[in-house]
């Protein structure tokens, strides 16, 4: 009998409990027991678990958020961090880890890999910018937010006249902001992944005034800086765990700019955190399910240091190494079609 833990790490999104539903159904079929490990890598640092039945993971399939609870803990941060996780993992018998996150809660699962404690991870973001997966978990309830937003935009903008600026997450990946954008028929769209021009984004509202346009919706992903500047636009210069900054505030540069440039009446929006939050789409639960069993699958086969992972229609897996090495950045090809619609 094997005794596998389950953790949730970095940012949540809609459809982690989904996954976890198929992780503990898929170990229990197998004759395996399953422990929740608590708000991400801290749940392991701390020895906070606790027995997951099929009564925990009853009637969640369409619940938001986790029912683990998340952090951003990186144990690699604290001196004494892996010498604890070896300890709790001897405590609780565990014989595997299955992590469900971004790069860096999925880099803490490939360093515990190196360091001798078998671990599989499993795409969780909302940015979808991990390598060696078409999808991650979360993406597209957070694109289906995003898109009815701006949707919600367009009405008011069209009524004021004015251009709205709207603010998406993403810190060095474009993917939502540009898949909603391209969903949502914005006007411009602006990602990390390519430095923006003021003059090019006033032209283009000019020349839809031309055209009788009188409102510009401009989608702008949080990690989007301008040629001149270069920089992205932080809240706070302090960073977490993993080196981040927080990000925010782009969006109203951008309006900002943009009324001095032109005169016309201009707003931003930042989504922010709703852009995680509510009941997750059918596809994600589809995909996380799909995901979280292939995780178990990747465990009883001795699959290890593997994320389970999305390749075209069907479910693989990639070493972890691979999938954080670097950023997945958005496919340019999708971008130039985008831009067919400025
Ligand atoms: O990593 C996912 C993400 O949603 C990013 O897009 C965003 O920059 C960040 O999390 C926000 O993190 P927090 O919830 O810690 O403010």
Known sequence: MKKIGVLSGGGDSPAINAAIRAVVRKSLALGYEVWGIKDGWRGLLEGNLEKLTLDSVSGIIFQGGTILGTSRTNPFKREDGPQKIQENVKRFQLDAIIAMGGDDTLGVAHKLNKMGIPAVGVPQTIDNDLCGTDYAIGFDSALSIVTDAIDKLHTTACSHHRVMVVEIMGRDAGWLALLSGLAGGADVILIPEVKFNYDDICRRIEERRQRGKQFSI??????????????????????????HVRLGGISSVIAEEIEKRTGYE??????????????????????????????????????????ACVKGNQIDSVPLEEAVAKVKPVDMELFETAKLFY
């Open 266 to 307: 201009t707003r931003a929006t930042i989504l922010g955190h709703l852009q995680r939050g509510g009941t997750p789409t059918a596809y994600d639960r589809i995909m996380a399910t799909r995901l979280g069993v292939k995780a178990v699958e990747l465990v009883h086969n001795g699959q290890f240091d593997m994320m």
């Open 218 to 243: 401009i989608a702008v992903a949080e990690g989007a800086a301008p040629e001149e500047i270069g920089t992205q636009v932080t809240q706070k210069a302090t960073v977490d765990a993993f080196g």
